[in-house]
């Protein structure tokens, strides 16, 4: 079954504690994405990665990392240096080309202890 | 910069009601549009595209219309049932911007009563 898997649902965060949300893809798509989004916000861009083994800042990259190991993964670390982290953080890939959507997960709920 | 703005909400109907949602755009290129929608606890799912001035997208009894000259692709259903009650983002692509990830508008919320 063809699509994105976000790891895990639910997540919780101790004061002072790094946590690595997990998304992977089994649709061959080279770009993948990053986003927050807040109760009654639209969505604001983290992370995203055009390729493996690179990956590029978006609007609100502090207090967060990434990596791009491989093709198929592409997890986001929510450091203790992001002060308000509760939200609801959803991943996505694209296609190439202009006229391609983005998929996306089904998101993570991250919340503080 | 390239921008979507959407009408703010909610939205409140009744059910068989008729639903416009306006979106707006803003892009120096040849943009790409989308609307997704998001029910409650879940991501975006792809509703409806355009990929070019004139075109029509349409699924689900939702249409848009990609209108140049006004710069807009405004979300329609004739007869909305309370199952549509969810968040609709409009949204653009256009090569160039941050890996050519979509900007979004700030969605508006629909609330459909039986």
């Known amino acids: 079954d063809g699509g994105i898997t976000q790891s895990p649902k639910y997540l919780f965060r101790k004061e002072g504690q790094n946590v690595t949300l997990s998304c992977e893809q089994n649709l061959n798509h080279d770009a993948m994405y990053w986003y927050r989004q807040d109760p009654g916000q639209g969505l604001r861009l983290i992370y995203y990665?055009?390729?493996?083994?690179?990956?590029q800042k978006g609007d609100i990259a502090e207090g967060y990392s990434v990596s791009r190991e491989k093709k198929e993964s592409f997890p986001l670390t929510v450091t203790s240096a992001q002060k308000n982290p509760t939200a609801f953080y959803l991943c996505?890939?694209?296609?190439?080309?202009?006229?391609?959507?983005?998929?996306f997960g089904d998101g993570t709920r991250l919340s503080i202890l | 910069g390239d921008s979507v703005t959407q009408m703010e909400g909610p939205v409140t109907l009744s059910e068989e009601a008729f639903l416009t949602i306006n979106c707006t755009y803003t892009a120096t290129g040849y943009p790409s549009l989308f609307w997704y929608v998001q029910y409650p606890g879940e991501g975006l799912q792809l509703l409806l595209k355009?990929?070019?001035?004139?075109d029509k997208g349409s699924n689900k009894g939702f249409e848009a219309t990609y209108r140049k000259e006004t710069t807009s692709f405004h979300l329609e259903k004739g007869s909305v049932q309370v199952s549509d009650s969810a968040v609709y983002f409009c949204?653009?692509?256009?090569?160039?911007?941050?890996?050519?990830?979509?900007?979004f508008g700030k969605g508006t919320t629909l609330s459909v009563s039986s």
């Open positions: 990665s055009q390729i493996v083994n690179d990956f």
């Open positions: 996505a890939t694209k296609g190439q080309g202009n006229s391609q959507p983005q998929h």
């Open positions: 355009a990929t070019k001035a004139d």
């Open positions: 949204a653009l692509s256009d090569l160039g911007w941050a890996g050519t990830a979509l900007i």
